[in-house]
């Protein structure tokens, strides 16, 4: 299992695993800022078969509801706080 692989590898890590049998699933998630990054599984094709095969995001799976509008008190204590951090640099 490969975290932060980047699609700019992806290639040569697929000819790599491919030249010793194995077989590689890339899942990237990121965006072009970051190379679309993403996460690579590899596993021996002569021990497992690939018989099926999801690559989704969780984000995309599941519904995430918006944070609480901020209370009157909160957005009044963040005017100050907003205030401070400018004045400090």
């Known amino acids: 299992c490969l ?3 980047s699609a700019k590898w992806c290639g040569q890590l697929h000819a790599y ?11 990237g998630y990121g965006n072009r800022f970051d190379g ?10 002569a021990t497992y078969q690939l018989l099926d095969c999801r690559i989704e995001r969780v984000a995309d799976l599941r519904f995430w509801p ?6 009157p ?8 706080v907003d205030r401070w951090r400018e004045l400090r640099g």
């Not at 695993?17 to 899942?27: E, G, I, K, P, T």
């Not at 679309?36 to 094709?45: I, L």
């Not at 918006?66 to 209370?71: D, K, Y």
């Open 3 to 5: 975290q932060e692989v």
């Open 17 to 27: 695993f491919s030249d010793r049998f194995y077989h590689l699933v890339h899942a």
């Open 36 to 45: 679309y990054m993403g996460v690579c599984v590899a596993f021996p094709v």
């Open 66 to 71: 918006r944070p609480p509008a901020p209370t």
């Open 73 to 80: 008190r909160q957005r009044f204590a963040g005017f100050f």
